[in-house]
């Protein structure tokens, strides 16, 4: 039979499938869809629900104390846009990859530069 793919219906249904990626050894916070297979939960999407911000700091211009300073405002910005929770991407040559934990940015694959930011529950 071929999968059901399909928009998440009601926040227990969300929680089945943040549960089952879980089960999956995946850390699958911020799902939208849903895919079944007779009606068991196989897999899921995240369509557009989380922004993506990326951000380029000129490598010999930016100061140390900048960079504790851009991500609050990033957050501030984000919120009022109506947005709580956003993904950063950081390329893992940049000399921030192995600060961004450090500078609040919670790190959700081990094998990918992207973090997770916002002013929502971490």
Not at 47 to 67: A, F, T
Not at 94 to 118: N, Q, R, V
Request: with cysteine; aromatic share 12%; glycine share 4%.
């Amino acid at each position: 039979m071929f999968p059901v793919f399909r928009k998440i219906r009601d926040a227990a249904e969300k929680e089945k499938v943040i549960e089952a990626a879980k089960a999956d050894n995946h850390n699958f916070r911020f799902p939208t869809h849903v895919i079944l297979r007779d009606k068991e939960i196989i897999g899921a999407a995240s369509l557009g629900l989380v922004p993506l911000v990326l951000h380029w700091s000129d490598s010999k211009k930016l100061h140390p104390k900048d960079s504790l300073f851009i991500p609050r405002v990033v957050d501030s910005v984000m919120e009022t846009m109506g947005h709580t929770a956003y993904w950063v991407a950081c390329r893992q040559a940049s000399p921030y990859f192995h600060c961004m934990e450090k500078l609040g940015y919670k790190k959700t694959w081990d094998d990918a530069g992207i973090f997770l930011s916002g002013t929502f529950e971490k």
